[in-house]
């Protein structure tokens, strides 16, 4: 039997909370009695909690009693926990129980509770694309990975926003139990198995223009989003802002959090995604719509930002459709 664990605080998001332990309680139903999932979820006092939504969530067990050791320990998001200091008895429980859990992490941004344990330093991670620069911003040692819907980095795991704790749970039955059972799991929740860890988060990236169109840096990305075919060099982008191609590239950094070529190429593959979700033109072809030199230049894109080939994120979307 694989103990599992899952904190909750005041303000929890419930959807991180019962997306996963549903994802378990499914794949026990089709497990021999002792080979499935003992869940439970801790607080730091072991009463309930108010999640935010207002539902009343109960705990299981108080932090200091929720010692494991546990296969899987998780925290779970809350809105409030990118922007404010995590209470100090999640933190002492986070970091007891990383040291003595097979598998650790968080769902959505129980990724910054980590953080403040110091748990992501020199490690990959993921949370909710909303975060995701806060969150390489605040711990600046971690390897913030914002493509991702789930991350796997030795014992530590990290999922995406809110419903991506589910792909998260499911990736974690698959590796104890078989590809099989977690797609079994995922028809009886009518949610899509194949949508693996290497995948986009289905979200906007982009850093949204400021609202100004008369801004040098506003005219600069209407001008990459509506020309992405042609070359877009930082000299061509510059000389749009009436800066130096330094001066540019300082601001750019400055304004947005990513580099002009973070932010051309962001801006191709997100099109490029959109186009392999809706359409079924040729992979050169959308390769071309996108600014892409050639469609083995986007699949080496792909690749080194979603994990995937274009095909295989492609298939992905087909396979959705026809089940």
Known sequence: MRRVVLAIFPGVQALDVSGPLDVFAEANDYLPEGEGYYAVLASADGGAVRASNGMLIGADLPFDEATGPWDIALVAGGAALPGSDVDEPLLAWLR????????????????????????????????????????????????????????????????AGVTAGIDLALALVAEDHGADLALIVAKRLVVVAQRQGGQSQFSPYLVA???????????????????????????????????????????????????????????????????????EQPLKTIAWECGFASADRMRLVFLRRLGVTPGQYQASFVRKEST
């Not at 129980?97 to 910054?112: D, L, N, P, V």
């Not at 953080?115 to 694309?129: N, S, V």
């Not at 001066?247 to 801006?267: G, M, Y």
Request: charged content about 20%; glycine content about 6%.
């Open 96 to 159: 007891a129980i990383a040291a003595s859990s097979a598998r650790y992490g968080s769902i959505c941004t129980g990724a910054f509770a980590l953080g403040a344990a110091g748990l992501l330093d020199g490690k990959r991670a993921t949370t909710h694309w909303q975060s995701a620069s806060k969150l390489a911003g605040r711990f600046r040692a971690a390897r913030v990975e914002p493509d991702r819907i789930f991350c796997r980095d030795g014992a530590l795991i990290t999922s």
């Open 209 to 279: 223009p400021p609202n100004d169109p008369q801004d040098p840096m506003a005219k600069v990305q209407a001008h990459v989003l509506a020309n992405l075919r042609e070359p877009l060099s930082v000299d061509t982008l510059a000389q749009l802002a009436g800066m130096s191609a330094r001066h540019f590239a300082r601001v750019f950094v400055q304004r947005t959090s990513v580099t002009p070529h973070e932010f051309i190429e962001r801006a191709r593959v997100d099109v490029a995604r959109r186009l392999l979700e809706t359409s």
